[in-house]
């Protein structure tokens, strides 16, 4: 291979890598033509398309649709002179998941409670185990987890025998909107479901706090984003 020829892959190649990097955007199809006959240099980019694979989960209910995955487009270099192909990037496909599961918007009440209340336990340890297997603690670790999927959460208590450990949640009530997770459950929680009704604890380091006091709320959404772990 030529130096001229050379330069100009490695010219192209630096191009391909930006934008796969998203740094501008680029045209389905570049050409580069040699103008100098003397030098064996035409060459072409190409811009691959991805595929959309779209996946069924019951872990996520019917309503709820999210992309697992962004697609991106991949880069092929070929040689206009041999026909030969060199793939530079791979395109990545875009994975949609549609949830299978129950249905999962509800209206019912939320409160607070504090790791330091009347019957909760010393350590402030909460019913459920995280995604890892460990426990969490509401003194030591907070009342904030963050999710492999939805990154920071707030914790919630709600019956598990419905919203199992690991449900993500979407709240909308007249004080706060936020996306929860459900870690802990409480007998008033059970109580509640088992008669039909939804109630749901939003956790606090400590039954002192002010805000614990201004959050009940006997209308408040909860939308099911998924459905445990």
Not at 55 to 73: C, F
């Amino acid at each position: 291979m030529n130096s001229y020829l050379l330069g100009l892959i490695t010219k192209w190649a630096s191009i391909a890598c930006s934008i796969v990097l998203g740094i501008f955007e680029f045209q389905d199809v570049t050409a580069v033509q040699n103008t100098d006959h003397t030098k064996n240099a035409a060459m072409q980019i190409n811009a691959t398309a991805y595929e959309t694979i779209t996946k069924y989960s019951d872990k996520l209910p019917k309503d709820v649709k999210v992309t697992a995955q962004e697609g991106k487009k991949g880069l092929t270099y070929t040689n206009l002179q041999s026909g030969k192909v060199l793939t530079l990037e791979s395109p990545t496909d875009k994975v949609v998941e549609v949830g299978t599961g129950d249905y999962g918007k509800f209206v019912g009440k939320m409160t607070g409670y504090g790791a330091d209340c009347e019957g909760c336990n010393k350590e402030g340890l909460v019913s459920c185990k995280t995604y890892e297997g460990a426990s969490w603690s509401l003194t030591k670790d907070g009342t904030i987890y963050n999710d492999r999927e939805y990154g920071d959460v707030r914790i919630l208590a709600a019956s598990l025998n419905k919203f199992p450990c690991g449900t993500i949640i979407k709240v909308n009530s007249k004080a706060l909107e936020f996306t929860a997770i459900v870690l802990d459950t409480g007998s008033a929680m059970r109580h509640a479901w088992a008669r039909g009704e939804v109630l749901m604890d939003l956790a606090f380091v400590s039954e002192h706090s002010e805000e614990l006091y201004e959050i009940t709320d006997e209308k408040a959404a909860y939308n099911v984003q998924r459905w445990g772990w």
